[in-house]
């Protein structure tokens, strides 16, 4: 792939005497690529791809946020064993809140941060409620720690 990029920003973009820009280019291209491919094969039934802030780049967390590094994640929306749950009559508010709390653990394990905006766009529900949601399983499981916006950048 890198030869075949090399020749076609050489011949045809006008690169022909930057070779070193060109390689330069080639580079971020392929590292974009191999950040961009979480997937891996197709998702599973309930998945979906959610992008979040770089944990490995943290820092950059005092830019604005249109120069933050984004990363993408594979994550479950619900699983098998929410689902029965669900059916033995356990409350869904108590459900969902295990639900946001796992869906920002899943992203946090492949190096993204997520916030409560992107866990409720996953599971249909505002940011306020999901903040209200991670508060009342905090309460149940005060010594967990929670990866989310705040709790990552605090702790660091």
């Not at 994640?73 to 709390?101: F, H, N, W």
Request: proline letters at 5%.
């Amino acid at each position: 792939l890198r030869g075949i990029l090399r020749k076609e920003l050489l011949t045809n973009f006008g690169f022909e005497h930057m070779f070193l820009m060109a390689d330069v280019l080639i580079d971020r291209f392929l590292a974009i690529i191999q950040e961009a491919d979480v997937l891996h094969g197709p998702l599973e039934p309930f998945q979906t791809v959610v992008y979040g802030y770089d944990k490995l780049k943290k820092f950059e967390f005092v830019r604005q946020p249109y120069h933050l590094h984004l990363r993408a994640a594979r994550v479950t929306m619900v699983t098998v064993e929410e689902m029965r749950r669900l059916q033995e009559g356990v409350g869904l508010p108590q459900i969902r809140a295990e639900m946001a709390v796992r869906i920002l653990r899943e992203a946090y394990a492949q190096n993204v941060i997520l916030s409560f905006t992107d866990v409720g766009l996953v599971l249909c529900q505002s940011p306020p409620r999901i903040s209200q949601l991670v508060r009342w399983y905090r309460q149940e499981h005060p010594s967990e720690f929670i990866p989310h916006c705040g709790s990552v950048l605090d702790t660091d």
